[in-house]
């Protein structure tokens, strides 16, 4: 009998269109693929992600995997939470979408456009405390819902302008509304954004190695792998905003030749009393078999540089 492959997935639009890159690449592979669509406590819940805490859109998902329901589970890489799950395996990190943020402003203007006192609306703790440090004088509204809901506010003048990630308004075909792609150097993204987690459960080794063999980028696996475990260990030390982006770039070895190195940046914000705001950064590169260690040690230098001393709205890193 052949078999049907279970993708389960949150069901908003965003995260069926990521599912749906999955389950293509599975098709054409030859595989039998069903969707199967799960409610999360963050899809029902209407409070600010750094109230409800980090696993809100993942732990359902999870749970269906466990419970057998499904063999497959896609979540927004960033989504995450950074301890490993028991019974269940990381199968694939397919290729990254652009993790950078967006502006989706009004009149099509830039971020440095934006007259004095105009409103920016995000969700996320690591935006506000990036987009005041530019001091721009910008007022940042906290906002959640959906991507059509949040650029609604700017098309309806209730904001003008709100900061998303670029790889979901590119999965939903609306990178055409962004006015403005941030430069990492004004706003790191969070760990992992823009990327996939691809899990299954950790027996099911066929399915682990279908999906490793089909869908998995080795340098994305290695650029996240950096990310999130200078996030990981930031997380017991450290309660702030947290920014960061790693590459895999090419490199000369002592005997001139070339090899992969990971080349990693970090952000954390300081002083969130008001509208004042310090960055703590820092940045490293590794060999790409040193990704791990690399963010470890990343993380390391920015609690040396003050990092544990920090104090912020929860340990939110969107």
Known sequence: MTRTIRIGTRGSALALAQTGIIAEALRQAGENVEIVKVSTPGDRSHAAIAEIGVGVFTSA???ALQRKEVDVAIHSYKDLP???EPGIVLAAVPLREDPRDALIARDGLTLGELPQGSTVGTGSPRRMAQLR????GLEIVPIRGNIDTRLRKVADGELDAVVLARAGLARLGRA???TETLDPIQ???APAQGALAVECRVDDVDIEHLLRSIVDDEATRAAVTAERAMLAALEAGCSAPVGALAEVVEDLDAEGSVIERVSLRGVAAAGLDGESVELIR???VADKSDAERLGR???AELLDLGAGALSGPGRNQR
């Open 61 to 63: 998902l999870r749970e």
């Open 82 to 84: 950074t301890a490993p």
């Open 133 to 136: 440090a530019l001091g721009l």
């Open 176 to 178: 055409g509304e962004i």
């Open 187 to 189: 706003m790191l993204p």
């Open 282 to 284: 820092a940045s490293a």
């Open 297 to 299: 040690q990343l993380a």
